[in-house]
Every structure is written in C-alpha cells, then in structure tokens.
Nanobody, 123 residues
Framework: QVQLMESGGGLVQAGDSLRLSCASS????????MAWFRQAPGKEREFVGW????????HYTNSVEGRFTISRDNAANTLYLQMHILKPEDTAVYYC????????????????WGQGTQVTVSS
C-alpha cells in the first residue's frame, strides 16, 4: 500500500517562494507517475502538474507554468514542488498523488493521495 505525505506548506507573502515535499512509502516510488493538485476553499480540486516516472518530463497547468517546478528524487522516494512568485490565488491545500501509468490532469485517474498541506499566500 502506497502512502504519501506532504510537507512544507505555510503562510507566505505574495512574491515569495516555497518548496513542498511529498514523501512516499510502501511501494516502488520510481514506478509511479506523480502529480500535484490543489484545492481552494469552495472550489474543485485543480491539477497543478505531473512528472513522469523517470522525472525527465513534466507538464503544468497554464496558471503555474514558469513559476512552479516539479521534480522527484527516486532514490529518496520524494516528490517536490518548487513554487516561485507566489500569488494570493495560489492559496490552497496542495496534494500529491500517484498512479501507475497514466499521464493525466484528471484527479480520478490517480490511485493514491496524501493528506494535503496548506499554502496560504497573503497580499
């Protein structure tokens, strides 16, 4: 059973940077497609980006392209989300997710989820 645990959230000011981590246990981390999603109060869960098993390819939603970077360390079983130039509209609970084979923006295609970490960006 794969378990995912996010960390690194917090309260920052607009324009700041923050790095989230997602530690994986219970499975072969390098065999999972990984993604980040976020959910703001009263809104649906939103795709942020995915990364391939090898870490060589990534894809982002338009609103974070150029500001956010997803990376992974397969030896350390850890996924990262580096966020720069944060904006108040980035405020949300951020989740990491895993699936076996599908590069997709759809949250329903991901089998495992972390509990989330809160990111709050003040203006």
């Amino acid at each position: 059973q794969v378990q995912l645990m996010e960390s690194g959230g917090g309260l920052v000011q607009a324009g700041d940077s923050l790095r989230l981590s997602c530690a994986s246990s219970g499975g072969a981390f390098s065999s999972w497609v990984m993604a980040w999603f976020r959910q703001a109060p009263g809104k649906e869960r939103e795709f942020v980006g995915w990364i391939t098993k090898s870490g060589l390819s990534t894809h982002y939603t338009n609103s974070v392209e150029g500001r956010f970077t997803i990376s992974r360390d397969n030896a350390a079983n850890t996924l990262y989300l580096q966020m720069h130039i944060l904006k108040p509209e980035d405020t949300a609970v951020y989740y990491c997710a895993a699936n076996k084979n599908t590069l997709t923006r759809s949250p329903t295609s991901y089998d495992y989820w972390g509990q989330g970490t809160q990111v709050t960006v003040s203006s």
